[in-house]
């Protein structure tokens, strides 16, 4: 396993009126052997960054690196695997689980080679290695989400990259595939940037968590910290949004405020200065005389501020501890 | 295309009568010219140019060879032809077709832009061109035929493959590495196989028809060779003296040509490209009301008294569709019961399938044309719609009786998932909200127009005095939502019910619009009833909670006793799901194997192959009983201690070949 790592990497797509970056100069480090959970509310790039880095959207701009060196290559990129959101569509229909996950085994095994790595692959993934001949429409999505984690492990790669891997599959599976996340990433020391708009989700898995507006991040630091003393107000919001048993609708918190009932803005045309300043709750629009958010971008300046925070009162900003009720 | 597939093809009539047909040219193009090919070539002198006679029933042409031989002697020579001028067009179209996905981005779209202005080229003139460029001759019209067909294969392929390749298996697929060649052999081709089957089926058939017209033409085959089009030529300067000289290869090419196209149409509608009206059971084929077997007894045995302040009071709904089950009919629900009183918030969760939403669209009678529904009760905000013993709503009264209609479109509001596809896009918001006001209480243009805006500002959408002039799209999927709620409270409901609300939406937008049902609950005093697959979104919201399983209710509890709740589903739904408490050092619960098919479920309580606490009494079915004030389980053994003891649930996994009970949903 080694350390991915993104320098400025910018994604656009379109060109003239409907030309968006869906990525806007990322920097962001996956270290070796850790679990980077990646936030944001759908649109804010994530998906599009977990492509860049595997080839499936070429970068306008910036470097993708593993342990230091630039990724160009086809074959480097084998080094990079990812899952993808939706089972039902990640599986070819007509091939066999087992043929599925022989395809990506790199080298040229022997027949009797290539079934036992199968094997070995679907026992990995808490799967009976007997099914191997079926294909995916007998599987229920938890099964076909196994499927496609071990069709990824199957490359041997460095780092995985798992997209929203939990959303599509019920609730009462949600569960098996995070177990396995963590018991693979135990056993096998993986390096994986894992993505979810869930923050509960994301929490449970990762060692880091970077917070992601609008193509670009916003926050990033180590789990416990991000999610005790949140440095950027988005961050804030995103917590204070999460709905936890026990907390109730009615006590509001800061993000509520009538003022901030704006449309989220568009990735077309991002607000000037800081791009969450019209929705910030402790932004221009409720403390008047910051009137810096609105001329200057917090972006360049992030890395001198806690978690890299892209926020100009990300230091003095008092740490709001979370107080969650025990359950 | 799978064997099963095949078989369904020839039992359809139009596809067997074309398969035998197509049988019994295959056997005549093989055994003619070894039968009657001397004969065919046999010139009798004696019977030059003659018609019907007893030796030669189709007459004779000017040499004096028969002309029944001829025909049948010349099958295989014009299906050859036809079918080597097919194969060229598929092949030369399958490689056009599947030239963009293997270049680069530029010199793929150069390939589709030239395929693009071949296709827009009059096949029959290109073939004509090509017919001149290859020259006079059979093999000339065969490369002139496919070769003219190949654009229009080649796009067919071009958008199939572009389909395919845009989805998660093919970007998974190179992600993997696999290569480029590779990945158009195991996973693009196979995948749109169907549709190229289908048609290259009925390009053979054209094939024959053009070959004919060529060799008609005398560009196609030339003497001595003979095929039907040559035939059909020779026999036409003799129409007047031997009809049949000229009927009988016209005849043939017909046939042949048709048998091919036939079997095209009839293997697309098997496998769906075309899909034909299938017929649908009428809407009076009743289910029975209640199975002999007594599988809905979960359903209380007389309908009792509701609540007098309840907007919504139902009991034994069941919903049916024509489907695999032991009847005939499957039911995704089965039996629910549920009562909501005035101004209450009720939530009901539980997973896909469960049934939630077909519970929500029958209350609004909003089912699907084919479904049936049947109530012991169905009282939907002051309106009887169902009654004494299973009545099916589909009779009585009429599903689009005005009057019902513009009841329930004023006390009853729906609010759904993708409001997109709720509003008429090509409709301004605010006069679609007016337009509500205008139809049900014969508002004024003007006045309904300013009650829109109104509820819009109702609903916090900033500046409703623009926004009501802006079209759908121009909304966000949270202003959306919104704009949907203030459409359902241009009226006055009593009862708002939301289908997932939220779930499209961010954990931000998320709260604004539960917070904006709750405001909305305590300002007009209407019940809301919200259903999500979320219980933790449900839990923060309502006063009450259903946990709906595989159609029926499995329990119903105060959301402050959900630490308390009794099933063991429940249990299984709330230990698995993580929040920001969750300890991240013990496993999640998880529940093995998965809910249960509608037209499939297990008799007695449907959780049983997924719970631990199963055993012989939860054969029969459990009813919903209280087991605490204000709440009921349908469960035989329900757990009354406090689920706070247990923590995190033991680590178990879905089952592959183990013994379901193994591994518990909770510790026993
Ligand atoms: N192929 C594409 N062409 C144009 N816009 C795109 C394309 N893919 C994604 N986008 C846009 O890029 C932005 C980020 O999308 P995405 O990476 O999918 O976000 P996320 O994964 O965080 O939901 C969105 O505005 C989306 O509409
Ligand atoms: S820079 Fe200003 S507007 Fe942006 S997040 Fe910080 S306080 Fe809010
Ligand atoms: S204990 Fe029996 S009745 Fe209760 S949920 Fe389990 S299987 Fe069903
Ligand atoms: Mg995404």
Redesign the interface.
């Known amino acids: 396993m080694r350390e991915l790592s993104f320098h400025g990497v910018t994604v656009r797509f379109g060109a003239g009126r409907s030309a968006l970056a869906a990525v806007d100069g990322v920097d962001l480090t996956v270290p070796a052997g850790s679990v980077v959970g990646l936030v944001g509310e759908s649109g804010s790039g994530k998906s599009t960054l977990a492509k860049a880095a595997v080839g499936l959207v070429p970068t306008t701009d910036g470097e993708i690196r593993l342990d230091g060196a630039p990724l160009r290559a086809r074959r480097d990129r084998r080094r990079l695997q990812m899952v993808f959101q939706d089972p039902y569509a990640s599986l070819d229909p007509r091939m066999t689980i087992g043929a599925s996950i022989a395809e990506a085994v790199p080298g040229r095994p022997g027949r009797t080679g290539r079934a036992a790595e199968v094997a070995r692959l679907l026992e990995l993934v808490d799967l009976d290695p007997s099914r191997a001949g079926s294909l995916p429409s007998g599987l229920s999505g938890g099964q076909r989400q196994r499927v496609a984690l071990a069709r990824a492990l199957a490359a041997e790669p460095d780092v995985v990259l798992a997209d929203e891997i939990t959303s599509a599959l019920d609730v009462s599976v949600q569960g098996s595939v995070l177990n396995l996340v963590r018991d693979l990433r135990r056993q096998l020391g993986l390096t994986m940037l894992f993505i979810s708009h869930n923050l509960a989700v994301v929490r449970y898995v990762s060692d880091v968590i970077a917070v992601m507006y609008l193509g670009r991040i916003v926050e990033a630091g180590p789990a416990a910290e991000v999610l005790t003393s949140p440095r950027h107000p988005y961050t804030r919001t995103l917590l204070d949004a999460a709905p936890r048993f026990g907390v109730a609708l009615d006590d509001p918190v800061p993000a509520d405020s009538e003022l901030l009932d704006d449309e989220p803005p568009s990735p077309h045309d991002p607000p000037p200065g800081c791009r969450f300043h019209r929705r910030c709750p402790i932004g221009p629009l409720t403390v008047p005389e910051r009137t810096v958010c609105v001329e200057k971008d917090p972006q360049p300046a992030a890395a001198d501020r806690p978690h890299r925070a892209a926020c100009h009162f990300a230091s003095d900003a008092a740490p709001a501890s979370l107080e969650v009720p025990a359950r | 295309m799978g064997r099963a597939q095949w078989r369904a093809a020839l039992r359809n009539p139009v596809g067997a009568v074309a398969a035998g047909l197509l049988v019994l040219l295959a056997i005549l193009a093989i055994v003619a010219p070894i039968l009657w090919g001397d004969a065919a070539e046999a010139t009798d002198p004696a019977a030059l140019s003659q018609g019907s006679t007893s030796d030669h029933p189709l007459g004779t042409d000017a040499l004096g060879r028969d002309i029944m031989f001829r025909v049948l002697v010349a099958t295989r020579y014009s299906l050859g032809l036809a079918l080597l001028a097919t194969a060229i067009c598929v092949v030369a179209g399958v490689i056009l077709g599947v030239l963009p996905a293997v270049l680069g981005r530029r010199s793929g779209r150069l390939v589709v832009a030239a395929v693009n202005l071949a296709v827009a080229f009059p096949a029959l003139l290109l073939a004509l061109f090509f017919a001149v460029i290859f020259g006079v001759g059979a093999r000339g019209a065969v490369l002139a035929i496919g070769l003219a067909g190949a654009p229009s294969f080649a796009r067919l392929v071009q958008t199939n493959v572009a389909a395919v390749s845009g ?3 093919v ?8 290569g480029r060649f ?1 990945l158009i052999v ?2 693009l081709l ?2 749109v196989g169907e549709p190229l089957v289908v048609n290259a089926t009925v390009l053979a058939g054209g094939a024959l028809l053009a070959f004919a017209g060529l060799s008609f033409l005398g560009l196609g085959v030339q003497p001595p060779a003979y095929d039907w089009g040559r035939l059909l030529g020779e026999g036409l300067d003799r129409i007047y003296i031997n009809p049949s000289a000229a009927l009988a290869p016209g005849v043939a090419v017909v046939i042949a040509g048709l048998a091919f196209t036939l079997l095209g149409e009839a293997i697309a509608q098997v496998v769906g490209i075309r899909t034909t009206r299938r017929i649908l059971p009428r809407r009076s084929a009743t289910p029975p009301a209640d199975p002999a077997d007594g599988a809905s007894t979960a359903t209380a045995p007389a309908p009792t008294e509701p609540a007098p302040d309840a907007v919504l009071a139902v009991e034994g709904l069941r919903v049916g569709f024509p489907g695999a089950g032991p009847d005939g009919w499957t039911y995704p629900v089965d039996g629910v019961d549920l009562t909501v009183r005035r101004g209450e918030t009720v939530g009901i969760v539980g ?2 399938g469960s049934g939630k939403s077909l519970t929500a669209l029958s209350l609004a009678r909003l089912a699907p044309e084919r479904a049936v529904v049947t109530a012991d009760r169905l009282d939907v905000v002051g309106l009887s719609l169902a009654g004494g013993d299973g009545d099916a709503l589909g009779d009585e009264p009429p599903r689009d009786d005005p009057a019902v209609r513009k009841h329930l479109g004023t006390r009853l509001a729906m609010v759904f998932q993708d409001p997109m596809t709720s509003f008429n896009p090509s409709m301004r918001v605010g006069w679609q909200l007016a337009e509500v006001a205008r139809v049900h209480e014969g508002q004024g243009r003007r006045a309904a127009l300013a009650r829109a805006i109104d509820r819009l500002r109702t609903v ?3 500046a409703p005095q623009r926004r009501a002039h802006q079209y759908p799209h121009e ?2 999927g ?2 959306r939502q919104r704009a949907m709620v203030a459409m359902g409270l241009m009226s006055e409901p009593e009862l708002i019910i939301a289908d997932e609300p939220t779930t499209a939406l ?7 619009v ?2 904006l049902l ?1 405001e909305v609950q305590r300002e007009t005093g209407a019940a809301v009833v919200l259903i999500s ?5 449900v ?3 309502c006063q009450r909670i259903v946990v709906m399983y595989a159609g029926r209710v499995v329990e119903e509890l105060p959301a402050d006793r ?2 308390r709740a009794a099933h063991p589903y429940t249990r ?2 709330l ?8 300890d ?1 050092e013990l ?5 093995p194997g ?2 249960p098919d509608p037209a499939s479920r297990p008799a007695g309580c449907a959780f049983a192959p997924r719970c631990s606490f199963a055993d012989d009494v939860c054969r029969a079915d459990p009813r919903l009983a209280t087991v605490a004030p204000d709440q009921r389980a349908a469960c035989w053994h329900p757990r009354l201690d406090d689920q ?1 003891q247990h923590g995190q649930e033991p ?4 089952p ?2 183990r013994q379901p009970h193994e591994e518990g949903v909770s510790r026993a």
């Open positions: 989805r998660d298996f970007a998974a697929a190179r992600v993997a590495g696999v590779r195991r996973h196979p995948n997973e896909s916090r959408v900033p909304y966000s949270g202003m961010d954990v931000t937008v998320q709260r604004q539960l917070r709750r697959h979320d219980i933790a979104v839990a923060q919201l959900l630490d299984a739904l230990g698995s799901v993580p929040d920001l408490t969750t991240r496993p999640l619960a998880t529940v998965r809910p706070k680590h178990g996994q879905e592959h070949g």
